[in-house]
């Protein structure tokens, strides 16, 4: 934007130079094409000023490159806001991580609304509550961005922001991985070794600039990924770490927060991991409500056999029945057409990308009974 000619001086040019593309037909048309050319050289001229004080970053040229991080705001969390023992996913696309036999448990925290601390008014952030640090060094939460393509030889920048209850909490600055899927060449780790250390119950800001390593020369498989990791090191029994809002943008410079509607959020999520239940039911529980409920056909056959998905998986997602009555795997709830429960009948799930269908063997259900069940399906890196 800087330095570019006035658009009111190419305008008299191209009138003086006779050029018919940009000859306005009157005079009045003349006048109004140079009061908008005069409105756009102030936006850019004050978009000059704000770059030139360090106080705008122009954004690049695609979404991802401003925000490869789905759920950074942890607005979402469909597997439940609450975890014991944790060793998975938490809230969308986060799963913890820890060695030996460190032991914790994850949840969901609400912000304060009108604070200060965390910019950009969060709704909530990210809880990990060591109950055990056991034989483990280090405890933290990762994310698998798809392709291992992304931001591949180019610099990003990432900034987190992170709570500790304990001084001199270590955390590191700069885990990437660039897995190489399947069949793929060996994973990439590409760390400096910087950390820093935190003060107690003081929000810290993470920022981080690095340049990740060219995958020139290299094979990448079937569900390769680049994974980002907040890392804390030498953890202790009753450390309380809290992290929100996170983000990676490409380039040198940690680009302004931008949380995106949550229903697109959603969507995101859901490319990934879907269930039936209830936005805010955790699956397993014994409920009804959302089921999908269908006619025992015959024995085996349901009369409502395929079921779509809201958003398309990534790829063929691995699918996980429930029972109304109990929460039990891999059954449905049967139960007569005056809504009697008879039994739960084991099922087998069968499921592309968009759909997925249901049966039972031979002799599992009973006919013209309805059967009731819960599902999720799941398709993360």
């Known amino acids: 934007m800087a330095n570019l000619p006035s658009n009111r001086t ?14 306005a037909s009157s005079q009045a048309n003349r006048e109004a ?21 360090g106080l705008l970053v122009p954004f690049p040229p695609d979404f991802q490159s401003r925000q490869a991080i789905i759920n950074g705001n942890f607005d979402i969390w469909q597997r439940g806001t609450s975890f014991t023992g944790l060793n998975g996913f938490s809230a969308d696309r986060w799963t913890i991580q820890f060695d030996g036999t460190l032991a914790a448990d994850v949840s969901r925290q609400s912000i304060t609304p009108g604070q200060t601390d965390v910019p950009n008014e969060p709704t909530y952030y990210h809880r990990i509550n060591v109950t055990s640090v ?48 399947s069949g793929g060449s060996t994973q990439v780790s590409a760390t400096t070794g910087q950390s820093q250390s ?20 290299k094979t990448v498989g079937a569900n390769s990924y680049l994974a980002f990791e907040i890392r804390c090191l ?12 996170v983000s990676i943008n490409e380039g040198s410079s940690a680009l302004p927060f ?10 995101l999520c859901q490319r990934y991991y879907e269930k039936s239940y209830a936005y805010g039911t955790a699956p397993g529980t014994a409920i009804s409500n959302g089921c999908v409920q269908s006619t025992s056909l015959t024995t085996f056959l349901l009369t409502r056999n395929d079921v779509g998905f809201r958003v398309n998986k990534r790829v063929q997602p691995t699918m996980t029945i429930y029972s ?42 009973t006919a013209n009974n309805f059967q009731r069940f819960h599902w999720t399906a799941d398709a993360e890196l």
Not at 160 to 181: A, E, H, M, P
Not at 338 to 343: E, P, R
């Open 33 to 53: 094409l140079i009061e908008a050319y005069d409105t756009i050289d102030l936006l850019n001229q004050k978009a000059d000023s704000l770059v030139a004080g």
């Open 10 to 23: 190419k305008l008299n040019t191209a009138i003086a130079n006779q050029q018919p593309s940009i000859v």
């Open 134 to 181: 056991g034989t483990g060094t280090r405890v933290g939460i990762q994310q698998r961005i798809e392709d291992v393509r992304t931001f591949a030889g180019k610099k990003v920048t990432h900034t987190f922001w992170i709570r500790s209850n304990r001084t001199g909490l270590n955390v590191r600055k700069d885990i990437y991985l660039q897995n190489f899927g």
């Open 324 to 365: 109304t009555q109990n929460g039990t795997v891999g059954s449905s709830t049967e139960i007569t057409s005056g809504g009697t429960f008879v039994a739960d009948r084991a099922v087998t799930a069968t499921a592309v990308e968009s759909s997925f269908s249901v049966g039972a063997s031979a002799g599992a259900f």
């Open 234 to 245: 030498t953890p202790q029994t009753g450390d309380v770490i809290d992290i929100a809002q």
């Open 258 to 267: 931008q949380s995106r509607p949550i229903a697109d959020e959603l969507m």
């Open 198 to 217: 935190l003060a107690a119950n003081v929000w810290t800001p993470i920022t981080f600039t690095a340049t990740l390593p060219s995958i020139s020369g």
